[in-house]
């Protein structure tokens, strides 16, 4: 691994208000993203016919996956946290 990946945790919106969270391990979450709006290969299934999306908020410096996954699980569960992202969107 290369000492500046870490992992991410992200939470896109697209035009629509809808939000994607998700993680990855890289330098910034930038690939992800192109992925996801279908610039690149890969992307997640859900985001694929719901683009473009754009990032409106990440978490860095997870040194593990898990760690990641958890507060990942944790941002899908709380909808009060993505409305007040998405009020304060800018």
């Not at 754009?54 to 699980?73: D, H, M, P, T």
Request: glycine residues 8%; charged residues 30%.
């Amino acid at each position: 691994m290369s000492a500046n990946k870490q992992w991410f945790v992200y939470v896109l919106i697209n035009q629509n208000g809808d939000c994607y969270t998700g993680v990855t391990l890289d330098d910034t979450p930038d690939r992800r993203l192109a992925e996801h709006n279908g610039e690149r290969p890969g992307g997640a299934k859900y985001t694929r016919t719901r683009g473009p999306w754009e990032i409106l908020y990440v978490e860095n410096g997870f040194s593990e996956r898990g760690k990641a996954q958890s507060r990942e699980a944790q941002i899908k569960k709380d909808r009060k946290f993505k409305s007040l992202l998405k009020l304060h969107r800018v």
